[in-house]
């Protein structure tokens, strides 16, 4: 499965993004889509994720901020980022799993000024 991220800018703090992530192929095939940012000079991290059942989770620091979401007739999987933060800086990556294996889309980058 081939994954296409966009949605990244430059936001002020406290302002709100949508990232979308389009895979080539139906959601319903893909065990579980995550979204992962990595900021410069750290590791990459899970943000969220949502399983082909649909229950989600989020890492601690986005919950209440973040939600993902799946569009199965699109092949589209969302992160709707409000409330945003300078922390939440970084490339920003969609993941796939399945299982012939696990795939990652190319990055986009979300820059939060204060």
């Known amino acids: 499965v081939q994954l296409q991220a966009s949605g990244g800018g430059l936001v002020q703090a406290g302002g709100s993004l949508r990232l979308s992530c389009a895979a080539s192929r139906s959601t319903f095939s893909i065990n579980a889509i995550a979204w992962y940012r990595q900021a410069p000079g750290k590791r990459r991290e899970m943000v969220a994720g949502?399983?082909?059942?649909?229950?989600?989770n989020y890492r601690d620091s986005v919950k209440g901020r973040f939600t993902i979401s799946r569009d199965n007739a699109k092949n589209t999987v969302y992160l709707q980022m409000n409330s945003l933060k300078p922390e939440d800086t970084a490339v920003y990556y969609c993941?796939?799993?399945?299982?012939?294996?696990?795939?990652w889309g190319q990055g986009t980058l979300v820059t939060v000024s204060s």
């Open positions: 993941n796939a799993v399945m299982p012939t294996g696990q795939f």
């Open positions: 949502v399983l082909s059942g649909g229950i989600t």
